[in-house]
């Protein structure tokens, strides 16, 4: 019998390229069900030339900020007219459901803010906001929802009004473009107020030219002072104008 010792000796070097081979097919296969996680996550990734990779699902969009006028609790009173004080509790207030929580200890209850008058609070840096409900004044033939914050008082007063303003989330997968996340920002609109009325602070000094035409050197006064009506302390300095002038 003749015995082919070169052909032996290739079935012997093949044997050992089967094993290879027949390995890696098995590695290929784990990784189809482990890269990026388990299957249950719906994420397979085949490296082989017909493999394919599945879609992996998006995360669910967060929504970024809150509608409390302030994240924190804050020591405080709570007006509620023919109801009676609640003093000295920590409160807080939720612009989007005109909510005024108070917290008892670890219980946390809420007030309409329909029943509240007026409500205050010690703020981080010690000092003293004062709020009245909206529904007490006049805008525009109707009455806001929300409260005032008090920042100047007198027969002219300054308010702050603030809002909060749901925003959703624009993206667009295919495109891979917009904000992924929802967000909640604030919005904040001065008031001038007098006797029951309010008005909202226009955007221009002519404007507020208009409509306190009867007040005297107010046109003066705006140019020297360059009053913006943009400006917190702009707005206080002509809030103290009308009143010295109208007094």
């Known amino acids: 019998m003749n015995f082919n010792f070169i052909g032996f000796h290739r079935i012997l070097f093949l044997i050992p390229m089967v094993i290879i081979t027949l390995s ?5 296969a784990q990784a189809a069900h482990t890269l990026g996680g388990s299957q249950s996550r719906g994420i397979e990734f085949n490296p082989q030339p017909q493999g394919v990779i599945s879609e992996m699902p998006l995360t ?3 929504t970024i900020g809150t509608s409390y006028m302030f994240d924190t609790w804050h020591l405080g009173n709570i007006d509620l007219g023919e109801n009676g004080m609640i003093r000295n509790q920590f409160i807080r207030y939720d612009l989007a459901n005109h909510y005024v929580e108070i917290k008892f200890d670890s219980i946390i209850k809420a007030v309409d803010g329909i029943f509240v008058d007026n409500f205050s609070l ?10 009245v409900n909206c529904n007490q004044y006049v805008y525009e033939d109707t009455r ?8 100047t008082d007198g027969e002219y007063s300054l308010f702050l009004r603030t809002e909060s303003v749901f925003i959703e989330s624009d993206y667009v997968m295919q495109l891979d473009m917009g904000t992924r996340d ?3 920002i604030k919005n904040e609109e001065y008031y001038i107020a007098n006797n029951n009325g309010v008005i909202k602070v ?4 002519s404007n507020i030219l208009e409509i306190y035409s009867s007040t005297e050197g107010l046109k003066e006064f705006l140019k020297k002072e360059k009053i913006s009506t943009k400006n917190a302390s702009d707005l206080r300095k002509l809030v103290a104008f009308l009143n010295k002038q109208n007094s």
Do not use: A, C
């Open 24 to 28: 890696l097919e098995d590695i290929y």
């Open 60 to 62: 669910e969009p967060q």
């Open 122 to 131: 010690v703020d981080i840096d010690g000092l003293l906001r004062n709020y």
């Open 144 to 151: 806001l929802l929300g409260f005032f914050e008090i920042i």
């Open 182 to 184: 929802h967000k909640i």
């Open 202 to 205: 226009p955007k221009s000094r």
